[in-house]
């Protein structure tokens, strides 16, 4: 309580309490990275500082691993701690450490009890959120699973995973055809008075080269699993490979290996449209303003290497007009990033070969025009970028500082800088852009492949942050700046 001369000025304290609670309210979300992409509209961006120059610090801990499958997923952050699947040669285990400290301490809090009865990549990147149960809320953590079994099937279920103890709430057996490999997607909503909470997953059948089957997306209640609604594919032949949901308005949004884009009423379950568009999606979706009446949803197109944009009517759940990119260098497979006119994206495969480049693009976001592209080595870019716009100038949308890893034996993590003032393409080397990469100790082995991305928060350190991303080999990386 804030006094003066024995007499409490209520305005004064009550401007003071409000400047606090929204400073503090600030904080908690600005060092959470909950989810892939950090929330349901897989928007990729912070506003924490994150490591942007030379000088940086690393550390590193051992999950599990065996045969390539180590850590396949995006970390999630939730306060202190951060969070990782990770698969073995014969167990999948979800871990929780310690995050904060002058340093990342990589102390680990607890493992969970085997997620699977055999080993297996995993692709599902969790989410963090909420359950209640019998009256009692519990935090957990939401991990889609994959089992592998014989005859080209695979016994996949959801479990709900206590961030007290690592134990789990609940476990949903989905199918014993299909997979999961789609992030998940957490999100709440009121209706009538009652909050309510989902976990939206999709699965998919096939081999390296094929889809089999028809995929289902599935809306499952986050308190105790049950299936709310479920979706499947028109088109034999398909699902849903990496395609992660993106929540706008009262609609979930998907998009298949048909190329086809379907939105769903979340609260009902009624499909209430969709449209063919591209060849096969194997992004997730985002959005440019999921404030506006009709947002653009933008996705990248492995088969056609193309970025598009589809308008889309909030209010019913309708798509409108369809914009492509041209055709860029190679597959894409990368979930694209809005940022102030811009969509950023990354293009390639998994490789071998350390001389191997990749391109990450900056297109215009109105019409999908290249603005400029970096050109990465080691390996394609299949994660998904992520954007800190803590640096931007005054009056000014930039600098941003864009992070993202590479597929390859000899897989890198990159840092690189858009001064809003670049154009035609950037070597690997340009130190004008890139601002630091980092190898991994696995470099150069099977360990040294890095699937997905980075996970972003903020450091207990004023001005510092860290990237979270784990590796092949079943290492959980931090970077942050000395």
Known sequence: MIRMKGKVKWPLFLAALMVLLVALAGAALAADWPQFQKDELNSGKTGDPLPNSSGILTKNVFTLSGDYYGIDTTPIVKGDHVYVLAGGSNATK?????????????????????????????????????????GTTYNVIFTALIDPGSNNSSYS?????????????????????????????????????????????????????????????????????????????????????????????????FGDDKGKLTSVNYKTGVKSDQKAVGACIRSSLTVDDPSASNP????????????????????????GTVTGSAVLDEALTSSPVYYSGRIYVGSGGFSADEAKESKLYCLNASDLSQKWAYIARSGGIQSSPVITTKYTGTGSSFPIYIYFTTNNKYGKCYCIKDDGNITGNKNWDDTNVRMWYYQTSQAGTSGGYILQGVAATERNVADKGWVFFGNDGGYLYGISQN
């Open 94 to 134: 979800l871990f929780k450490y310690q995050k904060n400290g002058t340093n990342f301490t990589g102390a680990k809090v607890w493992e969970s009890s085997q997620l699977t009865n055999t080993n297996g990549f995993q692709l599902a990147a969790p989410a963090y959120g909420e359950a209640v149960s019998g």
């Open 157 to 253: 279920k959801v479990r709900a995973v206590k961030d007290s103890d690592g134990s789990f709430l609940w476990t949903k057996e989905l199918t014993s055809t299909h997979q999961i490999n789609t992030p998940v997607t957490y999100f709440k909503y009121t209706e009538d008075g009652t909050e309510k909470r989902r976990v939206v997953v999709g699965s998919w059948r096939g081999t390296a080269t094929t889809t089999e089957g028809r995929g289902v997306t599935y809306c499952l209640n986050a308190d105790n699993g049950n299936i709310e609604w479920q979706y499947q594919v028109p088109d034999n032949d398909s699902g849903y490979y990496w395609s992660g949901a993106v929540v706008v308005g009262d609609y979930v949004i």
């Open 296 to 319: 653009n949803v933008f996705f990248a197109d492995k088969n056609n290497k193309k970025v598009y944009k589809v308008s889309f009517v909030k209010s019913t759940g309708e798509f």
